[in-house]
T-cell receptor
Framework: DTEVTQTPKHLVMGMTNKKSLKCEQHMGHRAMYWYKQKAKKPPELMFVYSYEKLSINESVPSRFSPECPNSSLLNLHLHALQPEDSALYLC?????????????FGQGTRLTVV | AQSVSQHNHHVILSEAASLELGCNYSYGGTVNLFWYVQYPGQHLQLLLKYFSGDPLVKGIKGFEAEFIKSKFSFNLRKPSVQWSDTAEYFCAVNDKGSARQLTFGSGTQLTVLP
């Protein structure tokens, strides 16, 4: 199994809603990531988890709250988002063995904030 | 901080034409280099990677890239493109020190005309 699975694929939410994005991988990877990708732009790193602990937060607003309940799952909790937060949210994972390995990406959740 | 430049924003080729997409990075230390491809509506997939060793690396689907350290470049090539190669191509870098953070270039949209 070399997949990173993200749900839902599409999400429309109002600015007062609370929703969560989910990501799952069963490759035994211990590093997991959230990226944000706007149209026609490259992915931008948001968060990195290593061994279920948050290791990097790229100055992301607190309306985005990540959670890593176990080594296979990564969530992104959303609350009070703004229309400019509409984007493709990508989850990725990689091995965490002290050396660099390539990241495997999910298909993303296309989020629209109305 | 490292940065990645992809100077070609949109490349249009006819089938069977040769392809070269440019990628330059700014970091002066030891880096790992990647090319990812994103087909329409699909997730980012790794085309090839360079960690060390032979600077000419071969990837999937007939793609190859050459790491030229003196030029800080990692250009992607394919001798004969197909219509199915139409996609967005991203060059990405991370430095061996940070180990996790991928910095992406702005991407090149390749359109192959049948």
């Amino acid at each position: 199994d070399t997949e990173v699975t993200q749900t839902p694929k599409h999400l429309v939410m109002g600015m007062t809603n609370k929703k969560s994005l989910k990501c799952e991988q069963h490759m035994g990877h211990r590093a997991m990531y959230w990226y944000k990708q706007k149209a026609k732009k490259p992915p931008e790193l948001m968060f990195v988890y290593s061994y279920e602990k948050l290791s990097i937060n790229e100055s992301v607003p607190s309306r985005f709250s990540p959670e890593c309940p176990n080594s296979s799952l990564l969530n992104l909790h959303l609350h009070a988002l703004q229309p400019e937060d509409s984007a493709l949210y990508l989850c990725a994972s990689s091995q965490e063995n002290g050396r660099v390995a390539e990241a495997f990406f999910g298909q993303g959740t296309r989020l629209t904030v109305v | 901080a490292q940065s990645v430049s992809q100077h070609n924003h949109h490349v249009i080729l006819s089938e069977a034409a040769s392809l070269e997409l440019g990628c330059n990075y700014s970091y002066g230390g030891t880096v790992n280099l990647f090319w990812y491809v994103q087909y329409p509506g699909q997730h980012l997939q790794l085309l090839l990677k360079y960690f060390s060793g032979d600077p000419l690396v071969k990837g999937i689907k007939g793609f190859e890239a050459e790491f030229i350290k003196s030029k800080f470049s990692f250009n992607l090539r394919k001798p004969s493109v197909q219509w199915s190669d139409t996609a967005e191509y991203f060059c990405a870098v991370n430095d061996k020190g940070s180990a996790r953070q991928l910095t992406f270039g702005s991407g090149t949209q390749l359109t192959v005309l049948p």
